[in-house]
């Protein structure tokens, strides 16, 4: 399977406590993105990188969270000291940007639930 | 501030009929437009894209159509198939960095 892959797909979590996410794009891919999901809502960009570089972070990325992708390969995401409202989908996507066309393949996402 | 709205939140089509799901945006400086389909439990999965420079973008049963002027996206699929079913995202990007994703239309296609 060559597709993008996130770990781990279910994670529970009491509040308070820190957790962290990674993500495995398609190997060929140089940029990276973190999204967030919550119910009936349309994926909330959150930051992306191109190769290791950190190019882009939402204004909603409060500094609990941080994200690195070490040697422009695998990706982690860190939300410290998790709150309710941090329980959501997060999704992760990789794409080879190239002059007209930037499509992004997504993986299978991590869904968070704070208690 | 919501940049790119799906005012229909689900929409029921026939099987063989024409599903058209629209798509507004209010930020006229993006230029690159893509749709995006989920089923349950998995991930996105791009369908078709278009750039600003262009009206129009057609692959197999699925076009898009761009209305500048009217900051308007719509996604035509024809013939729609009960394979089809499943959550429809627009989204809209400058320059193909941070992208805005509306909060999607659930498709039905009866059989």
């Known amino acids: 399977d060559t597709g993008v892959s996130q770990d781990p797909r279910h994670k529970i979590t009491k509040r308070g406590q820190n957790v962290t996410f990674r993500c495995d794009p398609i190997s060929e891919h140089n940029r990276l993105y973190w999204y967030r999901q919550t119910l009936g809502q349309g994926p909330e960009f959150l930051t992306y990188f191109q190769n290791e570089a950190q190019l882009e972070k939402s204004r909603l990325l409060s500094d609990r969270f941080s994200a690195e992708r070490p040697k422009g390969s695998f990706s982690t995401l860190e939300i410290q000291r998790t709150e309710q409202g941090d329980s959501a989908m997060y999704l992760c996507?990789?794409?080879?940007?190239?002059?007209?066309?930037?499509?992004?393949?997504f993986g299978p996402g991590t869904r968070l639930t704070v208690t | 501030d919501q940049q790119v709205k799906q005012n229909s939140p689900s929409l029921s089509v026939q099987e063989g009929r024409i599903s058209i799901l629209n798509c507004d945006y209010t930020?006229?400086?993006?230029?690159?437009f893509l749709w995006y389909k989920k089923y349950p439990a998995e991930g996105p999965t791009f369908l078709i894209s278009?750039?600003?420079?262009?009206d129009k973008n057609e692959d197999g049963r699925f076009t898009v159509f761009l209305n500048k002027s009217a900051k308007h996206l719509s996604l035509h699929i024809v013939p729609s198939q009960p394979g089809d079913s499943a959550v429809y995202f627009c989204?809209?990007?400058?320059?193909?960095?941070?992208?805005?994703f509306g909060t999607g239309t659930s498709l039905t296609v009866i059989p």
């Open positions: 996507a990789s794409s080879l940007a190239r002059a007209s066309r930037d499509e992004q393949y």
């Open positions: 989204a809209a990007s400058v320059g193909g960095n941070q992208f805005y």
């Open positions: 930020n006229s400086m993006f230029d690159y």
């Open positions: 278009i750039s600003s420079i262009k």
